[in-house]
């Protein structure tokens, strides 16, 4: 306790006393600056204001200029000394760091001044050993050695002039610049010391051997070799010492390094320069870290170099001098883009050709294989390689090498690559180098730039670059083009952008994109590969059509192919539209589907159907069809193309080679694949899930595919179909070629693999190429996206009758193969994961492909019907439905339904939209029915008067309005023409009844709203001049006909008009506009006649003197309409005529009739969802619409589904007599008769089976034949038959019943 207060007292007295200093201070410093200040005042001179006030005796008073009344601030002493204590601080700041300066200055000058004297003495003492040199070479007659010791000495002058320094701020060494003497100093040194000693190979005199034996000598060896390379990579060395330097390392670390001596001390000093050269574990770029140099390259400034290490890679040198020296600071020069080539000096260009055959020659004395794999890394991913280098570089990469087997070193290291990236798990962007180049400040990504490189020089050598065909290797070319396919799947998907300036987005790992615009000049280098000439050439070379057997497996046909061929000749000239009527009352059930025994057949059948049979089979049919079928056609291009001419025929006419292998086709086909399917759009949609592929999954930055194709794919495969064979070729080799057959089979057939269809890559295997299954689906996929490109430009007379672009039984074949694909990836992979571009583009493909062919058939069959179903395909599934919102579900889950519903019978979607509509309608209009517990009973129905002599305009100014409550209940009440209400009730009979009627009167051509096709079917079309017949207001009625079509199919009435094909795809919402001139056709066959001479035409279009312009005849007037701006002035050429004939098509076919078909469709999609509609095609739609297309009754259909009331039986007299007095009467007699009954003329789309309620026939007891005439409950479709006497009577009664055209009068 003492203690403490002891130490408690002390620390008070102490704090006291630091008080008491600090008060002492305070009042010291106050006393200074009061003097300081009051000095300051004494020497300054007042300033008088011209404006002052006089004080009180007649003077100015002093105040400052700059405001006279303005109070100065008191500054506390305390401030003022911090002031004076940070001004004297400052002060001996600047004094400090002037010494500094003066230091650096004088130890910069003392150092320049000691290197310029050793510089004369090196000089002086070189000028002395060049004269003693000539003398004794004049003298003596041999070349002169200088000692060792000489050479010593005059090499460590040069080290010690060329010395590193040491920065005096960072402490950063860098290699002090050598003036232009003292490189020409190291020149002679190279020419009069080191050379001799190493080209004479006396160890005596050779530096080098002495130097490698001792520590000092190795140190002194390595500044050496430093001081070359520094000089060696400078832009601004001569010529003449940069061959000097080149030859002294090629002497010294690879010339000397492979004689063979008795002692191995050349030996050792080679490896030991080599391990000096090239380490490739000691990767040194000479830059500093892209983090530290971004800003300082980002103003065009070159980054110091280091003091080298005593380990580097001469390659890793070379690319430092390729990006940043060769043009300048820049990877890209700024002005590439202008000046394309020139934007690198020719010196630079020579320079950077001797360094990299320096660098090749380094490497492969090191390691051959790493050397290669090294070189192709870090040199062919410098960008703009091919404008750096000069001629003899680039000859020297696509010359072949004697000490390699003749390989090229370019393809040598294509080679090594794939050998390399077949054992490495690393990804190819995690193998290339990534930090030494940032892109902000070279602007394209180093797999953009690497296949820039490939491309550009692959396209100079003629053992990949198709331009001969003797000379093309087909190991070297596939191995070529699967690197290209591999980079294609590499590089950013903004590569091959339309858009002007193509942006990569790049992270800066917070979470921040930012936009690097991508260099232009480079991606026109990548897309050199797609240049007309060159896809042509590669792919004419790959496929030689004698060694493939195209002709003879083309033109083979197995029995299945007869067989199809006997079904479609037996439907004789049927009509789309009544095979589709037909195949609507075939009933495919699932039974035969799920049966064992055909699944078991259907799974070994798949090869059999791609090897079109057995193998004996296939050996019968390449002995076959020796000479091909001469194929005749006005058209040119026509000819070429179905004979196999034209560029493809030039492959053909080239006599086969022995070493032919179609696997170089099959790689193009995957690079192409690549391209296609990234590019193309179809990797950008997942037709599966109804949405965009990356929805949600991937940002911007992240995408792999594009969703709306680019147009160079569209260029590229209009060169694969027009000029190559490729179409031919692919096919045949899937349907030929075991391994390709085997991998389509595992693609199509689900039980060959579990992975998804949309979850297939064709990226390059290089670990084991048979089991690789990519191939196959590249090529299937190829094909199929080449075959729907032909199929745009290709019309149904080429595909018949000229057989193009394949022949019709190998059409029928690939939609065998199509159809399994589909079924396969619609309705079977059920495994769920992310998807792969190629995949998705695989069935976006396969699906546009086969709805085109279904299309056509739809036009002109290809095939039966049952060759594109899969029989009791969703049977179970629209059983397992049962209300509205069922069926719809099903309608938007199942992609079978949005992707390929054909794949479906016909009367299984039939049957799905009758359930639909009546599902909806029973909710909307609720049920008749007796039980009074109904949960939904009838709703009250809108009432319309009909006067039977005003329906259309009566139904016009009831119906017009409701739009959407069309679906709603409607009760028709007639008046008669007495204007008496008819005494009938209507319970659905009558409204029937009035609705076919309107239909009658509302598209009879007569009307003047429609008009009929010249193709003789009667088919009808909006008509062009339809507001010259009822001004603006046939926008409403058209509108209003289309609500009548919509009620139509809503209640499943069947109603007369048949439409024109094109205007039932205007219906369904997707017409393509791809089949315009076969639509002309039926409408002007005498314009399309023109118009296919004119495309078939092989002189000078000119002479035909046609414009862009029509020549419209309406109501006897003509006017002319351009078809373009301008198209008056514009003249028709072989250039533009395909053009004038889509653009004169389109016209007549769609923009005529634009406005009518929109109106007629809106009030048609008022009643009728589209995607209803969408289920169907053309003729299944019009089946749907009126039932068969030709009207005819079937009468076995209509007795076996007939029902007897009243006390009539199937074998009752009368009722024989009925069913023989109906087949004796004609079509129109019969559709009559049905009418009567059933207020409709037609059928059902599903046959009398689905009329509800049944046709009826109800027996009515008379005593004589003029008692009654027959009757009919049309609200219930029964037919009141009297028992008349006979036959003749009953026909009679019959006939004059129905023609009466009474309503409920007549009783």
């Not at 139509?1048 to 009435?1053: D, N, R």
């Amino acid at each position: 306790r003492k203690r403490a207060q002891a130490n408690k007292a002390k620390r008070l007295q102490l704090k006291q006393q630091q008080q008491k200093k600090l008060q002492q201070e305070k009042r010291a410093a106050a006393k200074s600056s009061t003097a300081s200040s009051t000095a300051s005042n004494l020497q300054a001179k007042p300033e008088i204001s011209p404006k002052a006030p006089l004080d009180d005796s007649g003077n100015f008073s002093t105040v400052p200029a700059t405001r006279a009344n303005a109070t100065p601030t008191k500054q506390t002493a305390l401030e003022r000394a911090n002031e004076q204590r940070a001004l004297r601080a400052n002060e001996a700041q600047q004094k400090q760091a002037a010494l500094r300066i003066q230091a650096q200055y004088r130890r910069y000058r003392s150092n320049e001044s000691i290197r310029t004297s050793f510089e004369s003495i090196l000089k002086q003492r070189l000028l002395d050993l060049k004269t003693l040199t000539n003398i004794i070479a004049q003298k003596k007659g041999v070349a002169f050695v200088p000692p060792p010791a000489t050479t010593s000495g005059l090499v460590r002058m040069i080290l010690w002039i060329a010395r590193p320094a040491r920065e005096a701020v960072s402490g950063t060494k860098i290699m002090f610049p050598l003036s232009s003497g003292a490189v020409g100093c190291l020149e002679q040194i190279m020419n009069l010391c080191f050379l001799p000693a190493l080209i004479v190979g006396d160890e005596d005199k050779n530096p080098f051997v002495a130097w490698t034996q001792t520590t000092e000598g190795k140190l002194r060896f390595k500044r050496v070799i430093h001081l070359v390379t520094a000089v060696l990579l400078d832009p601004k060395t001569s010529d003449s010492c940069c061959s000097s330097l080149v030859k002294f390392i090629t002497e010294v670390s690879i010339s000397n390094g492979a004689k063979e001596t008795k002692e191995m001390n050349s030996v050792d000093y080679a490896e030991f320069a080599r391990s000096i050269l090239t380490n490739p574990k000691n990767r040194y770029y000479l830059i500093e870290p892209p983090e530290k140099a971004s800003a300082s390259r980002k103003q065009g400034m070159l980054i110091p170099l280091y003091d080298l290490p005593s380990m580097f890679d001469f390659v890793s040198l070379l690319r430092y001098f390729l990006l940043y020296l060769v043009a300048g600071p820049a990877p890209i020069p700024s002005d590439a883009e202008s000046m394309r080539e020139a934007c690198v000096p020719e010196t630079g260009k020579r320079r950077a050709g001797i360094l990299l055959r320096l660098a090749w020659d380094l490497t492969l004395k090191s390691d051959v294989a790493q050397g290669r794999m090294r070189f192709f890394i870090h040199i062919l991913t410098v960008p703009l390689l091919v404008w750096k280098l000069d001629e003899e570089a680039l000859s020297f990469l696509l010359s072949p090498e004697e000490t390699n087997s003749l390989i090229p070193p370019f393809i040598s290291m294509i080679l090594v690559f794939g050998e390399q990236y077949a054992t490495n798990d690393q990804s190819l962007n995690t193998l290339l180098p990534s930090k030494d180049v940032p892109l902000e400040l070279c602007p394209a990504t180093n797999t953009q730039c690497l296949l820039a490189n490939i491309v550009q020089i692959g396209r100079l050598c003629r053992q990949v670059n198709g331009s001969s065909s003797r000379a093309l290797n087909f190991e070297w070319g596939c191995s070529y083009v699967d690197l290209l396919a591999l980079l294609l799947d590499a590089i950013p998907i903004r590569t091959f952008s339309a858009r002007e300036t193509a942006v990569e987005w790049v992270s800066d790992g917070k979470g921040r994109l930012t936009p690097i615009v991508l260099s232009i000049v480079v991606l026109d280098q990548c897309k050199a590969m797609f240049v007309d000439s060159f896809v042509r050439s590669l792919v004419s070379c790959s496929t030689d059509a004698q060694s493939l057997g195209i002709d003879k497996t083309l033109q083979s046909k197995n029995d299945k192919d007869k067989q199809m061929e006997k079904e479609l000749a037996d439907e004789g000239g049927s009509s789309a539209t009544n095979l589709a009527a037909k195949e609507a009352r075939v009933d495919r059930n699932q039974s035969f589907w799920n049966s064992s025994r055909w699944a078991r057949k259907m799974s070994k059948g798949v090869v059999g159907l791609l090897s079109s049979g057995s193998a004996k089979e296939r050996e019968a049919a390449k002995n076959a069809c020796d000479e091909k079928a001469s194929l005749t056609n006005t058209s040119s291009l026509s000819r070429s193309l179905a004979s196999g001419s034209g560029s493809a025929s030039a492959s053909s006419a080239t006599p086969s080679r022995a070493d032919y292998s179609p696997e170089f086709f099959i790689s193009l086909c995957r690079a192409f694949s690549v391209v296609a399917s990234r590019w193309g759009g179809g990797g950008g949609k997942d037709e599966i899930r109804g949405k965009a592929a990356w929805h949600g999954q991937k940002s911007a930055a992240e995408e792999t595919s594009t969703a709306t194709p680019e147009a160079f794919v569209q260029q590229l495969l209009s060169v694969l179909c027009y000029s190559t064979q490729l179409i031919r070729a692919a096919w045949c080799l899937i349907q030929s070629n075991d391994s390709i057959t085997r991998h389509v089979h595992t693609v199509i057939d689900h039980d060959s693999t579990n992975t998804p269809i949309r979850q297939l890559t064709c990226t390059p295997s290089y670990q084991a190429r048979d089991t690789d299954t990519s191939r196959g689906a590249s090529v299937l996929y190829i094909f199929t996206a080449a075959l729907e490109h032909a199929l745009v430009v290709t019309d149904d007379v080429e595909i018949h009758e000229l057989e193009k672009p394949l022949p019709l039984h190998q059409l029928r074949r690939v939609i065998k193969v199509q159809k399994k694909l589909l079924y396969r990836a619609c309705f079977v992979d059920t495994k769920t994961g992310p998807p792969n571009h190629f995949g998705l583009a695989l069935i976006s493909s396969t699906s546009r492909a086969f709805r085109d062919l279904y299309d056509r058939s739809s036009r002109r069959p290809l095939a039966v019907p049952k060759v594109w179903l899969v029989a009791g395909l969703l049977e179970k599934e629209i059983k397992g439905c049962k209300t509205h919102s069922d069926f719809l579900a099903l309608l938007k889950s199942e992609p079978v339904l949005r992707i390929c519903p054909m794949l479906v019978s016909f009367k299984r979607r039939l049957e799905l939209f009758d359930k639909i509509v009546k599902t909806n309608r029973e909710e909307l209009q609720g049920v008749n029915s007796p039980n009074p517990f109904n949960p939904n009973p009838l709703k009250p129905a809108r009432v319309a008067v009909i006067n039977r002599g005003r329906i259309l305009e009566d139904g016009l100014a009831t119906m017009n309005n409701l739009g959407s409550n069309m679906r709603e209940r409607i009760a028709v009440h007639y008046v008669n023409e007495a204007g008496v209400k008819e005494t009938g009730i209507d319970a659905g009979g009558l409204f029937k009844e009035f609705w076919t009627d309107l239909c009658n009167i509302a598209f009879d051509p007569n009307y003047a709203l429609f008009q009929m096709t010249e193709d003789g079917s009667t088919s009808m079309f909006p008509s062009p001049m339809s507001s010259s017949a009822h001004g603006p207001d046939h926008v409403v009625l058209f509108g209003f006909l289309g609500r009548i079509l919509g009620k139509s199919l809503y209640e499943g009435i069947t109603i007369q008009p048949l439409f024109a094909h094109f205007f039932l795809s205007f219906l369904r919402g997707d017409y393509n506009f791809l089949h315009m001139l076969p639509d002309l056709s039926t409408i002007d066959s005498q314009l399309y006649n023109n118009l296919m001479f004119l495309k078939t035409y092989d002189g000078d279009a000119t002479d035909l003197c046609l414009t862009f312009t029509i020549t419209s005849n309406e109501f006897g007037g003509t006017r002319e309409i351009p078809l373009m701006s301008g198209g008056a002035e514009i003249e028709v050429n072989n250039a533009n005529k395909q053009r004038y004939i889509h653009m004169v098509s389109k016209y007549y076919v769609h923009d005529r009739v634009k406005v009518q078909s929109e109106a007629f469709t809106r009030g048609l999609w008022e009643v009728i969802d589209p995607t209803w509609l969408r289920l169907f095609n053309e003729p299944e739609l019009q089946v749907l619409i009126s039932g068969a297309s030709d009207g005819k009754i079937d009468l076995d259909d209509l007795r076996r589904h007939t029902r007897y009331a009243g006390g009539f039986t199937g074998m009752d007299r009368t009722i024989s007599r009925f069913w023989s007095v109906f087949s004796s009467l004609n079509g129109k007699q019969q559709a009559a008769v049905l009418r009567f009954v059933t207020s409709c003329e037609r059928p059902p789309p599903l046959g009398f089976a689905s009329l509800n309620p049944p046709f009826t026939i109800q027996r009515v007891g008379i005593l004589r034949d003029g008692d009654k005439l027959p009757s009919s409950s049309t609200c219930f479709n029964i037919l009141k038959l009297p028992t008349y006497s006979s036959e003749r009577v009953l026909k009679e009664r019959l006939i004059y019943a129905v023609e009466s055209g009474a309503g409920f009068e007549l009783t």
